[in-house]
């Protein structure tokens, strides 16, 4: 590779280098090529700023990167399950259980088998301190929110695709007798309705686990680990077979627009119902009309095709579509910084279609994974909804009257291209401390539970044996803090993460330290502890799954399905499904940014046109 000879050119290369050359630097890493100086040096303390240093800073995230990825890819198995025998069809098809991906090792990835670890199993025990500092405690004093905290560069979609995506990565077992009873305070409001105690239920430990295994306690998937869409097509035959029409490939929708109802439960029938809510609604449906078209160009070019053959085909390319838009729309919308863009454009064109690459362990997602994607801050309390022609606001919609079997009426009430438009016109809320949505701290879950799901994040963490802030930093190769000031430049903050933590560092909680990063890149919607574990799991769900390597090809997805991916955006996506938006996405590049054209994004090609528009706008408002 010919070296970089200026400074620009050399910080353009080592960005690039940070996905380029991952494949390549864990044998450097073996080899003593990074460290070559064996003294034992004092623990260095504080949060990094390597943003502040582009070429060093930029050196240092190489590194880092790469001893991730030799050293924080575990297995949780002392023997991986045996495998399962795959149809013929398995070569060039996703299976519903997502088995025979990996076709010497079958059952990798697939629905039912274990999370595995970002940390070393040592340091993945469950926390033997589960109620201490009592987790409704640090809800109510830390994750509270007043007045919600925005993040003005992004448009609501960015909340509604982050909980998709999780829905198609990663969900737990929950025990139906088994519950961590928490102690609620003589003042708490959750007294009247619950009494002494916040019961909230106990994660199932995997059955086939046993301590005898010298192991952590693992948990399973309830979803298939890859990046399969299995949000929309469910993680087993049968649910599989629930959402299909069996004709032409396609899945079912009804004919406004809507997803077909459950009438037992009013939820809507899909692959992964759980939590739902608008944003949910919003994005099934536009990836169901997505996969029926996927379907409709195949049988247009395939006449001969059978229904299952198309199915199975719309679905390897619609799955490939949410990957792609994962990951150059969304995530360069949330961490918005030039270098961002530049990675994960790259992550997308270099990684998908090379070498498939396992590294040392068989795939899977993670318990820390799961962590870093407790994303509910992200959440708002209501969202004001604006007709779209005239910009003026019809009412304001509670996230109480969006939740669960409410969101499709509100789609018909409403009319879907103003629901659009008003997530595009409204932010979600900062990944920070104080601004956990006020829903989510008294959640009616359907089956009639109550949850405050700040409390629930926590216990989580520590039930699953995910690290306490300093370990996990530790374990991730970064600086532990040293003083709760390390943190944050907020003194108020600072001065209550004190009181609550009994001024101990060592105690802080891993989602709690995340959300109290006040120190971030500028433009980084989640903190750098958080982007440590995206930047070596974001790019293995690609170099691990077959089907965006190896067989990321003609022969597998076909000509026109290639051709179907690399021309589509969310934008695209947005407009194909719902073209009368035409207008207010003109200017807007990416959908996750703000469609208030006020502020034309940085792929809005005409300039001119963008501020004929602004002005527009400014008299129509
Ligand atoms: C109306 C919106 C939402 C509701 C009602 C909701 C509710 C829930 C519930 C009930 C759980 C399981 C709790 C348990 O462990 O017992 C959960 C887990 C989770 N949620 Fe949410 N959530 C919402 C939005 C979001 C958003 C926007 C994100 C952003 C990424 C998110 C990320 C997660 C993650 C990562 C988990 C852990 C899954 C697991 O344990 O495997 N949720 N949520």
Redesign the pocket.
């Known amino acids: 590779m010919k070296m970089p000879a200026t400074r620009a050119q050399l910080r353009r290369w080592l960005s690039a280098s940070l996905i380029v050359a991952i494949p390549a630097l864990p044998g450097m890493a073996m080899a003593g090529w990074w460290d070559n100086n064996d003294e034992p040096e004092a623990e260095e303390t504080g949060i990094v700023k390597w943003w502040d240093d582009d070429l060093v800073g930029q050196l240092h995230l190489v590194e880092s990167v790469v001893n991730l990825n030799q050293n924080n890819l575990i297995d949780s198995y002392a023997e991986f399950p045996a495998n399962v025998d795959c149809p013929d069809s398995a070569t060039d098809a996703r299976q519903p259980d997502g088995t025979c991906n990996d076709l010497n090792q079958t059952r990798m990835g697939s629905k039912g088998v274990r999370f595995g670890r970002n940390v070393d199993l040592s340091a993945g025990y469950p926390d033997p301190e589960l109620m201490s500092p009592n987790p409704r405690m640090i809800s109510r004093e830390l994750m509270t929110r007043d007045e919600i905290k925005e993040v003005d560069f992004l448009s609501y979609w960015a909340?509604a695709w982050?909980?998709f995506m999780?829905h198609d990565w990663?969900?737990?077992e929950?025990s139906e007798t088994e519950f961590h009873e928490v102690p609620l305070a003589e003042d708490d409001p959750l007294r009247a309705k619950l009494g002494d105690t916040l019961d909230?239920?106990v994660?199932e430990v995997d059955p086939t686990w046993t301590p005898y295994e010298n192991t952590p306690p693992a948990y399973v998937n309830r979803l298939t680990h890859w990046w399969d869409g299995s949000q929309l097509y469910g993680s087993d035959a049968e649910t599989a077979a629930q959402v299909r029409t069996f004709q032409d490939g396609k899945l079912k929708i009804e004919e406004s627009g809507r997803l077909p109802t459950d009438p037992q439960t009013g939820l809507p029938v899909t692959g992964f119902n759980?939590?739902w809510?608008l944003?949910l609604q919003m994005m099934h449906e536009l990836f169901v009309k997505e996969h029926n078209a996927i379907a409709d160009m195949l049988k247009s070019e395939y006449p001969n095709w059978s229904d299952e053959q198309l199915f199975n085909k719309a679905r390897l390319i619609n799955a490939a579509v949410m990957a792609k838009i994962h990951t150059i729309d969304w995530t360069p919308a949330i961490l918005n910084s030039s270098t961002t863009k530049a990675v994960m454009n790259l992550d997308w064109e270099l990684v998908a279609g090379g070498d498939k690459n396992l590294r040392e362990a068989p795939f899977s997602l993670t318990q820390e994974f799961?962590a870093v994607?407790?994303?509910?801050p992200?959440?708002r309390d209501s969202v004001e909804m604006l007709d779209v022609e005239s910009g003026q606001t019809i009412e304001e919609v509670s996230?109480k009257d969006q939740?669960f079997a409410a969101a499709p009426g509100v789609l018909d009430a409403l009319g879907s291209e103003n629901v659009y438009y008003s997530f595009g016109m409204s932010h979600p809320g900062q990944l920070t401390l104080n601004n956990f949505p006020k829903?989510?701290q008294n959640?009616e879950?359907p089956d009639g539970q109550t949850?405050d799901?700040a409390a629930?994040d926590i216990i989580?963490d520590r039930e699953r044996g995910v690290p306490r802030y300093n370990d996990l930093r530790r374990q991730l190769d970064m600086p532990p803090i040293a003083d709760f000031a390390d943190l944050t430049p907020d003194e108020e903050m600072v001065a209550k993460l004190r009181e609550v933590y009994d001024n101990d560092v060592e105690k802080l909680d891993a989602v709690v330290g995340q959300l109290a990063e006040g120190y971030r890149p500028e433009g980084f919607g989640f903190s750098d502890t958080t982007f440590r574990i995206f930047t070596v799991m974001a790019p293995r769900r690609f170099q691990a799954d077959r089907f965006y390597t190896n067989d990321f090809n003609e022969r597998v997805y076909t000509p026109e399905g290639m051709d179907w991916i690399k021309k589509s955006n969310f934008r695209k996506v947005i407009l194909r499904h719902t073209p009368g938006l035409e207008d207010e996405l003109e200017l807007v590049g990416n959908p996750f940014f703000p469609w208030d054209t006020d502020s034309c994004d940085w792929r809005a090609r005409d300039k001119l046109n963008c501020s004929w528009k602004r002005l527009k706008n400014r008299f129509r408002r």
């Open positions: 909340t982050i909980q999780v990663m969900s737990h929950n909230i239920p994660t759980d939590n809510w944003g799961v994607y407790r994303m509910h992200l959440l996230t939740a829903f989510l959640l879950l949850l799901m629930v989580r």
